[in-house]
Each structure stands twice: as C-alpha cells, then as structure tokens.
C-alpha cells in the first residue's frame, strides 16, 4: 500500500480477469491510421506484461482523442498491434467496448491472454463534455452503463492511467466503487515521483516554466510559491514575457500584441501580484532573441527594438538559469524557452535542456511540447523522470486532488473474494 492505495503487490492475479485502464492516448495520422509517437504504449507495458506473467486475463480500457478538440478521436485499433509488437506477444482487440460481443471476447479469455477494448469514450458517458456537464458522484459513475456491464465480468481493477488521473469518468472512478482496485505500475511510479517534488523535494528546488499554457503556469506557479516547494522559478516563453510586461520592461510591440490577440493581458495583473509577493524567487530573462530575415537577433532589455516579436531568451539569461539548474536538488520542467521548433530560435531551449540534462539534482519533466523538445535535441536518456501526464501533472502541482487517487483509496478498502 502506498499512499492509502493498493499496488501490484497486493492484489491476487492468477487466473484473474483483471480490468486495467491505460493512457495510451497518442497523435494520430488520420490519413494513414498510424501512431505519431508510441511513448505512452511503452510506458505501460511493464504493467500490462506483470499482469499477464502473473497469469491474469488482462482486459484493458483506454481512449484515444478527446471530445472536445475531437481532433484525433480515433480508434484504438492501431495501439493493440504497437502493444503487441511491443510486448512480444498476442493482443487481442475488439470493435466494441461494453456490447455483448467485447463481454464475450472477455469471456473467452484464457490465463495470461490480453485483450484491448475500442476507445471507451466511443460510449457518450466517458466523454469529457458529459462528465462537466453532469458533474457524476463516484457512486453514480458505477451505475453506468460502462461500469455495470463489464465490472461482473471481473475480478479486480487496476488504474495504470496517471496522465488522465485528472478526469472524473466512470472507466478512472467508477470500478473502484464495487471492485478490489490497485494502481499499475506506472500510475505507482508518476504518483510517487510528483509526490516527492511536492512532499520534500531535494533542495534547491527549481521550477524551469515556459511555454504558452499560461493558465496552467500560473495556477502551478501560485501554489508552488504560496507552499514554499519552489525556491526559484525560471521563465521563459510567454510566460517570461508576461512578467516582463508586467514590470513595464521594453520586449518589443510584436511579443505584446501576441500576448493580448492571445487573451492573456489578465495575466499581466497576475503577474505583477505574483512578483509582488514572490519577486525574490521569480527569475526573469534579462536578454531576448528575436528573428529578423531569417537570422537571430539577440538584445539585453532596455536595449530590446520596439518592434520586435521576441521569441526565444538570449546568452545572458542562458548563463543566470544554467548555474541554477546545474546546482539544484531538483529540476521541474514544464514548458519550453521559446519557439525551439524552428533552429533560429531553439538557442534558449536547447541550452537550458543541456543544463537540465547535465544537473546534479533530479529533474523531472512533463508535458507534450517539454517532451518534443526532449526528444530534438536527443536528451532523453539523460533526463531523470520524464511524466506522460500532461494535464493531470499540471492539476497536481496546482494543488488538486486528483479524482482518480481519490476513487483508488476507496477501491484499495474493498477485498478481494475470499479476503
Ligand atoms: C492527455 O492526453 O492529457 C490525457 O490522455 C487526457 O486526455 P484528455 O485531455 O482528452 O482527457
């Protein structure tokens, strides 16, 4: 047991049929049908290969695309055969969710056999849109459709989905009202490494924040400040700008009209509350790089071209953030320097990802563009924890409980049969 919920360890899986929900939500190519990246799959294969070693029926529940961007809704047809390439071994898939053709597939299977179901939000009731709009108690998620149709079937259920531990749907919160339910072995690993960074991390503790998800840096920022978990942040991206707007420093009319046909001039109130209070730990860029005809422009503030749009930070700033990295207990990283996909501009990022690579401290990462900017520069052996979760990391640093730990401490309080 670890953090009030069950693990691996203390579940029983020989001849076991165990439901395990899986984040394996990756970009599709729509015109081909493939996966764009495969990290999500390979993460939670240790999970998947125990359980089937341990001799369980292994039905597992994922989804693919979110209803709200329905930009890559998508079946999970293409992540069974990365699975199996993956793991070595047969995984079974079926067109159908909950229907009485995914019981009977579920029926049929035999010790050790793996079987993935179609992507669960294919059933309105694990959508997004339907959760905020219905707000279901975790006692209500288990008398869904989903939840009543297959929880019989089963023995126990086990969580191996941090990076969707935000979202309050019955396939994350609903088994573990009426089945024994532990976490995988990825769901353990995320849980206990973001634990450390906010329980008692090494310290000098650095927060590296950059990018363009603003209310998700801010909401992080708050927290990590008002609890005394961070002892610096480093910003970069728009989140440096806004900072540096806020103080009423020069960065150039392009990066402010970026910032405002955005919607974020709110943060530059934010901001200035946030420095007010904590200006001892908020690090700010002290140079910005721009482009100009294709060629890299670099300028201290105070000496920064008013018609600029600055889009990476310069030399000066690299210096400052690298020696905090390189001496900090622990490196979180959330959020990119600048607009490191294009080589004009990938200076700031690649520099600091160098520093966060080579620190003596622990660094852990997450997020989508954190990740891309990773695997460019090729740093990815080199990082200490890289998180799948993007969302879920984000509202855990903010401070929330997340819906899914909540629903596995009530599932680690029901027995097994014959316990
Ligand atoms: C993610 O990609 O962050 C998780 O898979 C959750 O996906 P969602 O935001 O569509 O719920």
């Known amino acids: ?18 439901l395990c929900r899986v984040d394996i939500n990756q970009p599709v190519d729509r015109a081909t049908g493939t996966l764009k990246s495969i990290n999500r799959i390979r993460a939670c294969v240790p999970t998947v290969r125990e359980l089937s070693d341990k001799g369980a029926k292994v039905v597992l529940m994922a989804h693919q695309g979110s209803d709200i961007e329905y930009k890559n809704f998508y079946t999970t047809k293409p992540h069974a055969a990365v699975l199996s390439e993956l793991l070595g071994r047969e995984v079974k898939w079926i067109d159908d969710v909950c229907g009485p053709a995914a019981r009977e597939a579920i029926r049929s299977l035999k010790d050790g056999e793996i079987l993935l179901l179609d992507n669960v939000r294919f059933v309105s009731e694990e959508q997004t849109l339907f959760e905020q709009k219905l707000r ?10 989903l939840v009543e149709k297959l929880a019989p079937l089963a023995d126990c259920y086990v969580c191996d989905a941090f990076a969707a531990a935000h979202r309050d749907q019955p396939s994350l919160c609903g088994f573990e009202q009426v089945l024994p339910s532990a976490m995988g072995r990825l769901f353990e690993a995320e849980y206990c490494t973001v634990s450390q960074v906010m329980e008692e991390p090494a310290r000098p503790c650095v927060f590296v924040l950059g990018g363009a998800k603003i209310s998700d840096a801010f909401l ?17 991206g728009l989140v440096g700008n806004i900072f540096l707007t806020a103080l009423g420093q020069q960065i150039g009319q392009g990066s402010v009209d970026f910032i405002m046909k955005s919607n974020y001039g709110e943060y530059i109130d934010r901001a200035k509350e946030l420095y007010a209070q904590y200006g001892d730990k908020i690090v700010l860029p002290k140079d910005l790089g721009w482009v100009e005809n294709g060629e890299r422009r670099e300028a201290l503030l105070g000496e920064v071209p008013a018609d600029i749009g600055a889009i990476d930070i310069g030399h000066e700033t690299v210096k400052v953030y690298s020696e905090l990295i390189l001496n900090a207990g622990t ?15 990938e200076y700031g990022t690649k520099a600091v990802w160098d520093a966060i690579a080579n620190t003596k401290g622990h660094s852990v990462l997450g997020g989508g563009d954190s990740i ?11 990082m200490g924890y890289i998180c799948t979760g993007g969302g879920a990391l984000i509202r855990f640093l903010s401070g929330e409980e997340l819906p899914v730990v909540r629903a596995l401490r009530h599932g680690a309080t029901i027995p097994e049969k014959g316990e």
């Open 331 to 345: 490196v979180f990283v959330n959020g990119p320097m600048g607009v490191f996909e294009q080589a004009p501009s």
């Open 1 to 18: 047991m670890r953090f009030g919920i069950r693990t691996l360890d203390e579940l029983h899986l020989s001849g076991k049929t165990v």
């Open 220 to 236: 992080m920022m708050q927290t990590v400040l008002s609890r005394g978990v961070a002892d610096h942040i480093v910003t970069g």
């Open 372 to 382: 891309t900017a990773t695997e460019k520069f090729g740093l990815t052996e080199k």
């Open 136 to 145: 279901l108690t975790h006692e209500q998620q288990a008398k869904t459709l």
